[in-house]
Structure formats: C-alpha cells, structure tokens
C-alpha cells in the first residue's frame, strides 16, 4: 500500500464495528430525563426573571411551552429549547425524534416554526464520528419535513449524549395560545394517544418488538402541525403539548395558569395498546413516580380506576401530543382538524371546570 493511500485511509472514520446502542450511553433518555416537577419549582424559587420588559408576552411565569416577544403589533417571536438523551438506539431515529419533540412547543403556542439551531453534547472518545453524523442527520430530516432552516448550533465534548434544538417562530400577538388562556366550560382534546414513555423503558429493557417500535417512532416523528392551523381557530383559546410531566402534569399547568380545574374521563383517553399491556405488568420509565410524587396532592382519582392507570396518566411522553383547550361547539372541527393530518386517535378527552387549578380522573 502506497504511503498516500495509508494517509486517506488513517483519515476515514469507519463507523463502529458492531452497532452502537445509544440507551446504554446515558442513564435515561427522551423527555424522561426531565428534572421532576417538585425539584425544578423548588430550584427556581426566587430566582430573578430579569427586567419586565414590556414586550414580553410570555414568559416563566405560566409554565408555558416557549417565551413570545412582541416585535409589532402584528409579530411576535417565539422561542424554545430542548434537548435530550437518546430514547432509542438508531442515531438517526433520535435526531428525528428529538428535533420533532423540540419543534413542537413552537406549534403549541400556535406559532409557525422558522429558524431551528442544534444542541450537541456527545462523548467523541466513544461515539464514532459517523454516529454523530447520523443524529445530525435525522434532525435535519425534520427540520427540512417542517420547512424551517437549520442554520448551525453549538456542540461540546459531553459524557453522554445528548442533542435537540433551539428553534424560533413566529405568531401574531392575537394568536397567541397561552397555558393562561383557556376558560371554564373548554372541552379538552388530546391529539396523540399516550404511552410513549413506557415503551421507551421496555425498549431500553429488550422487550419491545419491531411492530411497537414502529408504532412508538411514528408518534415520536409525527409533526404537531395542527397547533399552527389552530392559531387562527377563536374557539380554540390554550394549547399544550404532553411531554416529560405526563398528561396531568401539564394539564394542571393549564389549570393553574387559567385558574380552573379539569375532569378527565379515562376510559377516553386514547392509549397505545401495547403500552397498556406493559402498564399492567408495572413497565415505564422512572419519571411517572416522579412526577406522581410531585402532583398527586392536586389530583382526585376514582376509586373504581384501575390500579395501572396512573401509569398511563403520569407517563413521560417524549414528543407528544397536543392538548387543545376549546369551546365545546368546536370540538368536532378540531378532531377532525387533526384526522385531517393524521391523528388519527385524536379524542376529547375531559373539560376544564370550576375549581383551584385540581384535576378529577373518573
């Protein structure tokens, strides 16, 4: 072999021999690497929000999915960050993932994604360059799907890997979906069916098969495009997406922005039937004791629920649905809104009710 062809092939990063599983890099993964509800409130009490500008319309204090500036009387920026540990094995599946999760709290406060950096965090003296790549790659793949430019980032040596995005869109101040603006009587719409974060732990375990890991991607990578179409709905007033709290979790961060309480109605929920399954025998991730311990006290059950139920309730969804909050007569609309685009299991699920910021599970 010639002395140049030694050079060009020291110079080619081959990839790894044998697949890498990424979940074996970190100690959790997706949305359930969320510090839990009671720690964070605890870490940021009395810390400063800075100056009231008086152009910020959204900030900390809501809870609420991303920050909005009002540029105009016409424009206003909305800006998220969001970022995590692998949740499956594929790099190129958890950039997807983890660039759809990112993008969706643009979508959630009814604005219209423009402008996406990347977060990077990987241990390069044990991830091939090639992997990184491929991660990259997939986030690219989404950003490209939702029609927004990927326009760099910022990247470190970090002990495990991690990645999402910084992304920006825009709203008319109007348009705005806030946690803070939906209103006693809303019927509650969930678009995306929960689950997500049981079969990710199950996944980590060795005990999911190719049908639920199918199914788990196709949630995960599923745009939540409706929230942009919803801005310019008057009869949807408040958005969210179900994400590393559970559904109860970020429903009662609806509640106590707008000062109401909620009901659900479980047997409406929609659910992956095979997270279900797995719920039954005690499967899923950390988070859901977590997060249980951190608001089960704003929270009245059933005595007739059954007992893997909160499992389900309290799970951490990574990259899921929206919770739409509307007027009663436009619920049909906005189920068939989000059929129209592909939710398919998109459900009314409960209503907000008089109350102190409480949920009631029947």
């Not at 499967?283 to 608001?295: K, M």
């Not at 007027?327 to 685009?341: H, K, L, N, S, T």
């Amino acid at each position: 072999m010639s002395p140049s062809a030694t050079a060009h092939s020291d110079s080619i990063d081959p990839g790894p021999a044998e697949p890498i599983r990424l979940t074996t890099l970190s100690h959790g993964g997706g949305c359930g690497c969320k510090i839990s509800p009671k720690i964070l409130a605890e870490a940021l009490r009395g810390v400063s929000t800075g100056f009231a500008h008086p152009d910020l319309l959204v900030g900390s204090a809501t809870a609420d999915d991303a920050a909005v500036l009002r540029l105009t009387d016409d424009l206003a920026l909305v800006a998220t960050t969001d970022f995590f540990m692998p949740i499956v094995d594929d790099p190129y599946d958890f950039g997807r993932i983890a660039a759809t999760n990112a993008i969706s709290d643009i979508y959630a406060m009814g604005a219209t994604p423009v402008l996406a950096l990347s977060i990077v965090g990987m241990p390069i003296d044990r991830l091939p360059l090639s992997v990184i790549r491929r991660i990259l790659d997939g986030g690219a793949s989404v950003c490209a799907e939702a029609g927004i430019a990927l326009a760099g980032g910022h990247s470190i040596d970090a002990p495990e890997p991690i990645y999402g995005l910084a992304v920006m869109g825009t709203v008319h101040p109007d348009r705005l979906k806030s946690n803070a603006t939906a209103r006693e009587g809303d019927c509650l719409v969930l678009g995306k069916p929960l689950g997500i974060g049981i079969l990710s732990a199950v996944l980590k375990k060795g005990l999911l098969d190719a049908a639920g890991y199918r199914r788990m991607l196709d949630l995960t990578t599923r745009l939540n495009r409706p929230g942009t179409t919803f801005a310019a709905w008057p009869e949807v007033h408040a958005m969210t997406d179900v994400t590393g709290f559970g559904l109860l979790g970020h429903l009662l961060e609806v509640c106590r922005a707008s000062r109401t309480g909620a009901r659900l109605h479980f047997a409406d929920i929609p659910m992956i039937e095979q997270s279900v399954a797995f719920a039954r025998e005690g499967h899923g991730p950390g988070a859901i004791e977590r997060n249980w311990d951190s608001y089960g006290a704003e929270v009245t059950l059933a005595p007739d629920l059954p007992h893997w139920a909160l499992r389900l309730l309290c799970d951490a969804q990574t990259s899921g649905g929206l919770l739409v909050a509307c007027a009663p007569d436009a619920v049909e609309a906005v189920i068939a809104r989000f059929r129209r685009d592909g939710f398919e299991e998109a459900a009314k699920i409960g209503e907000l009710i008089d109350g102190a910021g409480g949920v009631t599970v029947s």
